[in-house]
């Protein structure tokens, strides 16, 4: 299908190369310039590079065939369709099950005790092959999600590879078209610098024209607006009807207006209440997704909300300034609640860690290798022993194995109430393992460790210091920090529901425990870093970038320093006259200052200073005076590396008397009107010198003369 596709492809750019080469301009006049000739022959050298890149792709789609299709297709028919056949089954075991129980449940009661224990153990017999067939499937599925790592992408990577072939021979292609597009450029430049010639002054004042004086901005007065589906007590049950609600942080109101879908409009009365308290609704305490209650200060109750997804509550508990529920310690099973975080409790775990890192830190498969179960709990019971357990601090007899010791280590940590990282958190670290960037993942942990409570933490701590000990001697106990995370990423991170969904989850468990092996010193030594303020996240937003260009938030719309109509009359000549020789500069300008104009770099240090132009109101007065109450007095800020702005009332500040000057810009900018120059890091601008306006400078790139943002550049 994805080969047709390519030379349906292949055959509709062959038919565009055909109707450009047979193309024609038309021609108003008698005569053509030179450089609506060259304009006119680039549709046959285009329609030329199509044809010679189609013949490449068809190469290459002749080879796909053999390099992906066939593997793909062995993939789908042995591996999925596998999965198929046992998703059928497990269907066929489903409804047979469920028939099965239909008919348990429709017995009567009023049969012989005997009959009843027969269908019952039937009913018993069937439930247990279900459950089987149900992880045969389980089992299945995982194992085709796993092979597609390797069985999927493999071939992938050897189709790729003929596609690199394919797009190097476009390459090939774009470097031999590359005069000719210079060439043509240049002809392109001067066509557009003539159409522009007279017809940029037209626009410029159409622009104005249609330009409101007065910026309106929609800025709503409330913190937090939007739809929530709030739940109502109805004579027969409960019922969710969707409201419009707003929320102001100052007076804590929030407004419920009810919205009807159907009319698209009110469907009641407003209800206004003042917040008190908000809370977010624990998932399995309510049938619906994304809910928080809320109690108010005038109304008895609990009102509870749902919003339209998680993001969306997030963003509404932060208005509101919710709170997490409170969570219950949860009893596991047979005999937790036995082994405590206690005095008694690390006594153990520190003689266990004695014992392995003075007498078997070195043995192979340690930790991997189970004791005998009941020589586990015969130590167990001595160690926990209130009697014996502070009798030897640091030291366990020699005659138990290396093997028991550790396998009594990692009962007693299952013995626990609860895992060491606590069932409330079990879903934040996985979420923070499923980070895109390392980096990310072990600032999230690092936070969710420094939550935990004390005893957690400090025993935790300690079990990470000993695990990374071990990990260091790992060429002679084999023992990796992966395989260190395999042993006890379900110890330490076991969910409180063992559902499919915890199955799939089991590898990101372990790559928590890698994670807090391998960074334990940072984890454990240090704070981790304050969520950033509101100011310092609009800092950060505002950080000068090549990849993302700052903006300013208000712009001038015209220059201050306009010329003569004789001096626009000469430089309008000397734009089309001047083109090629601007084209050409530029590239060079642009090649020389990207291959050695050093780049600003911002350290930890610089994270207080802020890149920012100056802002600038959207109508100022045509001859501001220093003095005039309508010319305020900009704020300036100063950029790393970046010149400290020049004083107004200094004699270098008039445009008259200031000599034109080259500089060189120090970030990217993107202009947000026709009075500004959009610019990359590096590049070098001409004629440079103060504009009127506080905070800005005036100069010209490729022929074009515009305001430059005075704390961007620095002067050559």
């Known amino acids: 299908m994805g080969c047709e596709g390519c030379q349906d492809l292949s055959a509709a750019k062959r038919k565009f190369a055909d109707s450009l080469n047979e193309f024609k301009f038309r021609c108003i006049g008698d005569a053509e310039t030179d450089d609506e000739i060259c304009i006119a022959k680039s549709l046959q050298e285009f329609a030329t590079v199509l044809r010679n890149l189609e013949d490449e792709r068809m190469r290459m789609i002749e080879n796909a065939s053999e390099v992906l299709i066939t593997p793909l297709e062995k993939f789908r028919k042995e591996q999925i369709g596998a999965a198929k056949d046992a998703k059928k089954k497990y269907d066929k075991e489903t409804e047979k099950y469920c028939g099965v129980l239909e008919k348990h449940l429709n017995l009567s009661s009023k049969k012989k005790e005997s009959q009843l224990q027969e269908a019952d153990s039937q009913v018993d017999l069937v439930r247990q092959h279900f459950y089987e067939v149900s992880l045969e499937y389980v089992f299945k599925v995982q194992e085709v999600q796993e092979r597609k790592m390797f069985e999927f992408v493999e071939p992938l990577l050897a189709f790729l590879q003929g596609l690199f072939t394919f797009y190097h021979h476009g390459y090939e292609l774009a470097k031999d078209f590359s005069d000719f597009k210079t060439e043509l450029t240049i002809s392109i430049q001067n066509t557009r610098n003539r159409f522009e010639g007279t017809r940029s002054e037209v626009e410029s004042l159409m622009k104005k024209m249609k330009e409101n004086p007065h910026e309106h901005k929609n800025i709503s007065p409330y913190t937090m607006e939007g739809y929530l589906y709030v739940q109502e007590k109805r004579h027969f049950g409960t019922s969710w009807v969707k409201h419009y609600c707003t929320y102001q942080r100052e007076s804590k109101r929030i407004t419920m207006v009810p919205f009807d879908q159907k009319s698209g409009g009110k469907g009641g009365e407003d209800e206004a209440v003042i917040l008190k308290s908000c809370t977010r609704r624990k998932t399995d305490s309510i049938e619906k997704r994304f809910c928080f209650d809320v109690e108010a200060v005038d109304r008895p109750g609990v009102i509870t909300m749902q919003a339209l997804s998680e993001e969306d509550r997030r963003l509404w508990m932060e208005a509101m300034d919710g709170r997490e529920p409170v969570y219950n310690s949860n009893k596991d099973n047979q005999s937790e609640g036995t082994a405590q975080l206690d005095n008694i409790g690390f006594s153990i775990i520190k003689k266990c860690i004695h014992a392995v890192e003075t007498r078997g830190i070195n043995e192979q498969g340690l930790y991997r290798i189970v004791g005998v179960n009941s020589r586990v709990q015969k130590l167990l019971s001595i160690l926990m022993d209130p009697k014996t357990a502070t009798e030897t601090e640091t030291e366990i007899c020699a005659e138990w194995e290396i093997k028991t010791i550790t396998s009594a280590l990692k009962t007693y940590l299952r013995m626990l109430p609860g895992p060491l990282m606590m069932y409330q958190f079990q879903r934040s670290f996985i979420k923070a393992a499923k980070l895109e960037n390392q980096e990310s993942r072990v600032s999230e942990i690092h936070s969710l460790v420094h939550r935990l409570p004390e005893k957690n933490r400090q025993m935790l701590h300690l079990l990470m210091n000993h695990l990374a000990k071990v990990a ?18 379900p110890t330490l991170l076991r969910p409180q529901e063992e559902t499919v969904a915890a199955i799939m989850d089991i590898k990101f468990q372990n790559i928590v425990i890698e994670i807090l092996i ?77 291959s050695s104009a050093p780049q600003p770099s911002l350290n930890s240090s610089d994270l207080e200073l802020e890149v920012i132009k100056p802002n600038r109101p959207n109508s100022l007065p045509q001859n501001p005076s220093p003095t005039s109450p309508l010319s305020p007095s900009w704020p300036m800020f100063s950029a790393p590396s970046s010149p400290m702005p020049t004083s107004s009332t200094s004699s270098d500040s008039s445009p008259i008397s200031s000599p034109l000057r080259k500089a060189r810009a120090l970030y990217a900018c993107k202009a947000e009107h026709d009075s500004e120059l959009s610019f990359t890091a590096g590049t070098v601008f001409d004629n440079v010198h103060p504009s009127q306006e506080p905070g800005w400078l005036e100069g010209t790139l490729n022929g074009k003369t515009g305001l430059i943002p005075e704390n961007y550049v620095e002067f050559l």
Request: glycine share 2%; hydrophobic share 25%.
């Open 518 to 594: 391998e960074n334990h010193e940072k984890i454990f030594n240090t704070v981790p870093e304050t969520p950033p303020s509101n100011s310092q996240l609009l800092l950060s937003r505002k950080k000068s970038t090549d990849s993302k260009p700052p903006s300013c938030s208000e712009r001038p719309l015209t220059l201050f320093h306009t010329a003569q109509p004789n001096e626009k009359q000469e430089n309008r000549n000397s734009i089309i006259n001047s083109s090629l020789e601007s084209v050409i500069s530029s590239n060079v300008n642009s090649f020389l200052n990207s």
């Open 472 to 489: 260091n001697n790992h060429k002679q106990n084999l023992m990796t920090v992966a395989n260190l995370g395999v042993v006890f990423g």
